[in-house]
């Protein structure tokens, strides 16, 4: 099996089998990691470029560390050091990278939409490293990869995300990941945090972070996004975190062996307690090396290769 489209764009496009393709492969690309030497050849003579117009840590370093293990050659590109300060267009700067014949070009940008358009100006796999509030599809992958290597399957399982729903790409790809591998999600937040409509995605609305983590298998907790607020959606971070961050008492709730996932960067004492980002219940770290497997077997998928089991 193959994926259908030469893009990674968002989570909608993809069927569930075309995940569970995805998810299989980065399991295997997970054991190029463990090795004594962390690189195989599978995409030598490939270029991929990192094309971030956002600032990033763990999106853009694990990308870049993914190309590399594969042998492919990366090229980081920021739009501060391009020619988007001087004035060239989006659509002018997709123009000229597509004249360099790159493989992969890795996008990451403030307004959302703006990798469809790259992908429909280059011939290259555009694969988006997060659009504005729209999706970020690869955090939703290796999410649900962390989800199956820690209990097993992620249909059947409840999912609680919680926080603010409004402004995060990161839930929209997951409720839509999630719901088509048949997990049910449940989102809490404050009112002025939860998007109008947001049942429509196929998620249930809890009226409060206990009802919400109220028999859950995974609370996934999303940090206050205020870059994306015009005005603050709430009092103050203190009463916020009172009644939305996730403690030890309300984690109880949760079902035996639940597990608690936050797509970074976390605000300690703000989302969660310490004790609660360093306790056994929190996979935060796996979800970092699971985003290398994931991005390989994105690079893959999409640009072929030698078998990654080749030495």
């Known amino acids: 099996m193959k994926l259908k489209n030469k893009d990674i764009l968002d989570i909608e496009s993809l069927s569930a089998e075309e995940i569970g393709l995805i998810l299989d492969t980065a399991e295997r690309m997970r054991e190029v990691s463990r090795r004594p030497v962390k690189k195989v050849p599978t995409l030598r003579g490939k270029t991929i470029i990192l094309f971030f117009h956002e600032p990033s840590t763990r999106t853009k370093t694990s990308f870049d560390i993914a190309a590399k ?28 990278l597509e004249a360099m014949n790159p493989d992969i070009i890795v996008m990451r940008h403030s307004s959302a939409g703006a990798p469809h358009m790259m992908a429909q100006r280059v011939n290259a796999s555009v694969i988006n ?6 999706a970020h599809p690869t955090q939703a992958l290796l999410d649900m990869l962390t989800i199956r290597e820690k209990l097993g399957t ?17 839930a929209r790809s997951n409720i839509n990941g999630l719901t088509k591998m048949g997990a049910s999600v449940v989102v809490a937040g404050p009112f002025t945090m939860l998007p109008f409509g947001v049942e429509q995605l196929g998620c249930e609305v809890a009226s409060s972070v206990d009802e919400a983590v109220e028999g ?11 870059e994306r607020q015009e005005n603050f959606l709430f009092s103050s971070v203190r009463e916020y975190s009172k009644n939305f961050g996730l403690t030890r008492e309300r984690l109880m709730r949760a079902n035996e062996g639940a597990i608690v996932m936050h797509p970074g960067p976390m605000n300690r004492g703000v989302e969660l307690t310490s004790d609660i980002a360093d306790g056994p219940w929190s996979v935060i770290l796996d979800q970092v090396t699971n985003g290398v497997a ?18």
């Not at 988007?84 to 989006?90: F, N, P």
């Not at 490293?129 to 729209?134: L, N």
């Not at 994931?294 to 030495?311: E, H, I, N, V």
């Open 216 to 226: 859950a298998d995974v609370v996934m907790m999303l940090r206050i996004q205020k």
């Open 69 to 96: 293990r594969m042998s492919a050659d990366s090229i980081s590109m920021a739009a501060s050091s391009s020619s988007l300060v001087k004035g060239e267009t989006l659509a002018d700067t997709a123009l000229t």
């Open 129 to 134: 490293g997060g659009d504005g509030m729209h």
């Open 154 to 170: 992620i249909a059947g399982k409840r999912v609680a995300i919680i926080g603010d729903i409004a402004h995060s790409r990161v």
């Open 294 to 311: 994931a991005r390989m077997a994105l690079f893959y998928l999409l640009a072929g290769g030698r078998d990654a089991d080749s030495d």
